[in-house]
Nanobody, 126 residues
Framework: QVQLVESGGGLVQAGDSLRLSCAAS????????MGWFRQAPGKEREFVAT???????YLADSVKGRFTISRDNAKNTVYLQMNVLKPEDTAVYYC????????????????????WGQGTQVTVSS
């Protein structure tokens, strides 16, 4: 089973960019689908992006055209490139992993992911 550590968060101004990284320890990283979720103060956790084990990607409507998710299996790392950041992107961003399984699943539902990182804070000032 992998363990996840996020990095790359910080305080930026509106319009800036950040790249979050999620490093996974353990074996068989390439067999995991990886997701990014975020939670703002007082709000529920929400889906941001997913890249499956086969590199299919899904993005929330609120970030399409601004965020990109990618993975480097050689480095056991998944990335979230965030461009044109807005104050409403302010949240703790969590990386999550789901081991490959044969059944159909919902990539945007957090309950599908069994492994979570500790989160990294992203703050966007106006």
């Amino acid at each position: 089973q992998v363990q996840l550590v996020e990095s790359g968060g910080g305080l930026v101004q509106a319009g800036d960019s950040l790249r979050l990284s999620c490093a996974a320890s353990g074996r068989a990283f390439s067999s995991y689908s990886m997701g990014w979720f975020r939670q703002a103060p007082g709000k529920e956790r929400e889906f941001v992006a997913t890249i499956t084990w086969s590199s299919a990607t899904y993005l929330a409507d609120s970030v399409k055209g601004r965020f990109t998710i990618s993975r480097d299996n050689a480095k056991n790392t998944v990335y979230l490139q965030m461009n044109v950041l807005k104050p409403e992107d302010t949240a703790v961003y969590y990386c999550a992993a789901r081991q490959y399984g044969s059944r159909s699943w919902n990539p945007i539902w957090g309950g599908e992911y069994g492994i979570w990182g500790q989160g990294t804070q992203v703050t966007v000032s106006s």
